[in-house]
Nanobody, 120 residues
C-alpha cells in the first residue's frame, strides 16, 4: 500500500500565495503520474494539475499562469505552488498518484485532503 500525506493548506487572502506538499510513503516500487485535484462544496472533484515522472505538466484552464506543480522524485513528493489565489480556489485539495508496488501491480492512491480557503 501507498500512503499520501498532504500539508500546507489553510486560510489565505485573495491575491496571496500558498504552497501545498504531498509526500508518498509505503511499499513503493515506483511512482508514475502525480497530481492535485480539488472539490468545492456542492461541486464535483476536478483536476487542478498533473505531472509525469519525467516532469511534463498539465493544468486546468482556471489555474494556468497562477499555479505551478512540481515534484521531487527522490523524496516521492509533489508540490503545488498557488499564486494570485482567488475566492473560487476555495476547496479541499486532494493529492493523487499512480504508483507501482511491484513491477506488475499498479494502483491509484489519494491523500486525505487539505482545506484551502481564500478570503476576499
Amino acid at each position: 500500500q501507498v500512503q499520501l500525506v498532504e500539508s500546507g493548506g489553510g486560510l489565505v487572502q485573495a491575491g496571496g500565495s500558498l504552497r501545498l506538499s504531498c509526500a508518498a510513503s509505503g511499499s513503493i516500487f515506483s511512482i508514475n503520474a502525480m497530481g492535485w485535484y480539488r472539490q468545492a462544496p456542492g461541486k464535483q472533484r476536478e483536476v487542478v494539475a498533473t505531472i509525469t515522472r519525467g516532469g511534463s505538466t498539465n493544468y486546468a484552464d482556471s489555474v494556468k499562469g497562477r499555479f505551478t506543480i512540481s515534484r521531487d522524485n527522490a523524496k516521492n513528493t509533489v508540490y503545488l505552488q498557488m499564486d494570485s489565489v482567488k475566492p473560487d480556489d476555495t476547496a479541499v485539495y486532494y493529492c493523487y498518484c499512480s504508483a507501482n508496488t511491484s513491477p506488475w501491480v499498479r494502483n491509484s492512491y489519494w491523500g486525505q485532503g487539505t482545506q484551502v480557503t481564500v478570503s476576499s
